[in-house]
């Protein structure tokens, strides 16, 4: 791998992930983001437990803020728990939306 992947290269994909924020990114895009660069980045993501916080912490600040409350073991259960979330957003906003 470091023969056609240089040194460089992952530290760039490196500082990508630790500054990889959901932003305008659907929470499934963003799970997909953050799968393909925690491979460049698994001594920051050593275990379950620092995955599901690194994932967390990039999360937009309305979902991360009703996930805050609920206490999520694994990266399944917290990426699981945001779609929700994030749907649950999109429906009020829509009924907000219909009654304006």
């Known amino acids: 791998m470091d023969k056609y992947f240089p040194n460089s290269l992952k530290q760039e994909m490196i500082q ?3 500054q990889l924020k959901q932003g305008k990114m659907s929470v499934a895009q963003y799970a997909n983001h953050f ?26 600040t309305d ?22 979330v994030e749907r649950e957003l999109a429906d009020s906003e829509r009924i907000r939306n219909q009654r304006s």
């Open 35 to 60: 799968e393909a660069l925690s491979r460049y980045a698994s001594a920051i993501v050593a275990n379950e437990e620092d995955k599901v916080r690194r994932f967390e912490w990039g999360l937009d």
């Open 16 to 18: 990508e992930f630790l």
């Open 63 to 84: 979902i991360r803020g009703r996930l805050l409350a609920v206490q999520l073991s694994t990266y399944a259960q917290m990426v699981d728990r945001a779609l929700i």
